[in-house]
Antibody, heavy 122, light 112 residues
């Protein structure tokens, strides 16, 4: 049974660094064809892909966040992480992690966590 | 960046009706490997998104056959025949052919 769960600080101040953790079970990030992505959603708005890390440690980032993102993983402990530096109020959102699997050349987000709300406020 | 334009933004239906959502891309979504990385997700109220369709027209495990994805190149459509109460929510198309990956703006399916 695949599950993912995000955790984060809840609230932080502008200019701080946001650190998010995705803890998962039912799969390994060392398995070929498995990746974990971070996606966010401001309240009442649409979805924005942020970053992806894969089994062989390849990484992809959304350049719209101007090099503020760092994604990493701890395979032994079944976790993936996302750091966002210099946050401001525009980073207030629900942050989701999702498994992206590659099966016979087909790729998709097949499992999502429930999301964690992050509020940036002074 | 690839822009995915979904229409309509909002769709009011009667249960049992057919619904159709368009997703138009600013660039062709066919990748050099011949695959088209266009997916559809449904976000029900208060929930995380869930996968419906991958690679344009393949239904994910457990997705009812009333959901039909079609299209190619830059024009894609999700059709829902015989809308049921559990189909209500916001539908997003998503592309992973070009970096950065992008979502459409969403289409809210609601009852008339």
């Amino acid at each position: 049974q695949v599950t993912l769960k995000e955790s984060g600080p809840g609230i932080l101040q502008p200019s701080q660094t946001l650190s998010l953790t995705c803890s998962f079970s039912g799969f390994s990030l060392s398995t070929s064809g498995i990746c974990v992505s971070w996606i966010r959603q401001p309240s009442g708005k649409g979805l924005e892909w942020l970053a992806t890390i894969c089994w062989e440690d390849s990484k992809g980032y959304n350049p719209s966040l101007k090099n503020r993102l760092t994604i990493s993983k701890d395979t032994s402990n079944n976790q993936a992480f996302l750091k966002i530096t210099s946050v401001d109020t525009a980073d207030t959102a629900i942050y989701y992690c999702a498994r992206r699997g590659g099966y016979n050349y087909y790729w998709y987000f097949d499992f999502w966590g429930p999301g964690t709300m992050v509020t940036v406020s002074s | 960046d690839v822009v995915l334009t979904q229409t309509p933004v909002s769709l009011s239906v009667t249960l049992g009706d057919q619904a159709s959502i368009s997703c138009r891309s600013s660039q062709s979504l066919e990748y050099s490997d011949g695959y088209t990385y266009l997916e559809w997700y449904l976000q029900k109220p208060g929930q995380s998104p869930q996968l419906l369709i991958y690679e344009v027209s393949n239904r994910f495990s457990g997705v009812p056959d009333r959901f039909i994805g079609s299209g190619s190149g830059t024009d894609f459509t999700l059709k829902i025949s015989r809308v049921e109460p559990e189909d209500l929510g916001v539908y997003y198309c998503f592309q992973a052919t070009h970096d950065p990956w992008t979502f459409g703006g969403g289409t809210k399916l609601e009852l008339k």
